[in-house]
C-alpha cells in the first residue's frame, strides 16, 4: 500500500527465508503478527524439545523443502558475485555504475560456465 503524503513508501515482504539461526520463537511470533509468511527450518532440539511437550508444543512448522534449495542457489550466486573485488568493495559511489559492475561479473560469470 503506497503511503499518503511525504516519506518513504512502506515496504513488507511477502515471504522470508531464513537459515537455522533465525529460528526463534520471537522471531516467528513477530513476523505471523507482520502477516508476513516464512521459511525456516527448525533445530532438532526445537524439534524434540516440542515433540516432548505433546499437544502442549504445538504445531510443527511449515518448512517447504523445495523453496529452501531455491534460497541456497540465491545464496551461491551472490557469493560468486562477491568474487569480484569490485563487487564486494562498491568502489562506485553511484547506483548505476555498481549496477553495471554487477551486470558485467554476472555475464562474465555465465560466460564461464
Not at 517447504?64 to 531455491?70: A, C, S
Not at 568502489?91 to 564461464?112: D, F, N, P, Q, S
Amino acid at each position: 500500500m503506497p503511503r499518503i503524503g511525504a516519506g518513504r513508501p512502506r515496504t513488507r515482504p511477502d515471504q522470508v527465508l531464513a537459515d537455522k539461526a533465525y529460528t526463534s520463537r520471537e522471531n516467528r511470533r513477530y513476523l505471523r503478527r507482520r502477516g508476513i509468511s516464512h521459511i525456516i527450518p527448525e533445530r532438532l532440539d526445537q524439534r524434540r524439545h516440542r515433540q516432548n511437550r505433546g499437544s502442549h508444543g504445538g504445531r510443527p512448522t511449515g518448512f517447504d523443502r523445495d523453496r529452501y534449495k531455491k534460497r541456497n542457489t540465491v545464496e551461491r550466486a551472490i557469493n560468486r558475485l562477491k568474487g569480484f573485488r569490485a563487487v564486494a568493495t562498491r568502489y562506485e559511489k553511484r547506483a548505476y555504475t555498481y549496477l553495471g559492475t554487477v551486470t558485467l561479473a554476472a555475464l562474465i560469470i555465465w560466460l564461464r560456465t
